[in-house]
């Protein structure tokens, strides 16, 4: 997850590409499905838990 409700726009441009490459990848390679994520809205918030229940679910 990525917050950048306070960050100058050159960092939030920067910021996807090195959350990729600690881990390894590009983030062109990511699965994203959202563009945008306001955890101010319920159904939102909703949508993350559903999806972070499911990757981890995956994983074990």
């Known amino acids: ?8 726009g050159r960092i939030v441009g920067s910021r996807p590409d090195g959350i990729a490459g600690s881990v390894g990848t590009l983030f062109d390679k990511l699965d994203i499905a959202v563009p945008a994520l306001r955890l101010d809205q319920r159904a939102n918030r909703q949508r993350l838990l559903a999806t972070v229940s499911w990757k981890v679910a995956r994983k074990s």
């Open 1 to 8: 997850m990525m917050y950048t409700a306070e960050d100058a």
